[in-house]
């Protein structure tokens, strides 16, 4: 059974950082695209990064580029995701999302759709707050 677990999330003040973590089990990261999701109240879920997408980078949205890092641990099985900088735009429940489309493995092409990834996880909250 394919499962993706998020951790590490919770209350942060502004500037602070945060290390999320998604861990798989059931599939190796080696054959798939990890993205990382985010939703905020009464907003769309939005791709914020994503790794081993357009032929083994690393994409970023704007709203996150020179303040989150993504990487992984393929011994772990695990993603992660450093948020440095927050600020309270940030606050959203945050979701690892996995795809095997060879599309966004080659090009990164349309890492951003939701509808591509076929594994999801149940969410981690980031709150940034003072």
């Known amino acids: 059974e394919v499962q993706l677990v998020e951790s590490g999330g919770g209350l942060v003040q502004p500037g602070g950082s945060l290390r999320l973590s998604c861990t798989a089990s059931g599939f190796t990261f080696d054959d798939n695209v990890i993205t990382w999701f985010r939703q905020a109240p009464g907003k769309e879920r939005e791709a914020i990064s994503c790794?081993?997408?357009?032929?083994?980078?690393?994409l970023y949205a704007d709203s996150v580029k020179g303040r989150f890092t993504v990487s992984t641990d393929n011994g772990k099985n695990t993603v992660y995701l450093q948020m440095n900088t927050l600020a309270p735009v940030d606050t959203a429940t945050y979701y690892c999302?996995?795809?095997?489309?060879?599309?966004?493995?080659?090009?990164?092409?349309?890492?951003?759709?939701?509808?591509?990834?076929?594994?999801w996880g149940k969410g981690t909250q980031v709150t940034v707050s003072s």
């Open positions: 999302a996995a795809t095997r489309s060879r599309l966004i493995r080659r090009s990164g092409s349309n890492w951003r759709v939701r509808d591509f990834y076929n594994y």
């Open positions: 790794i081993n997408c357009g032929d083994g980078s690393t």
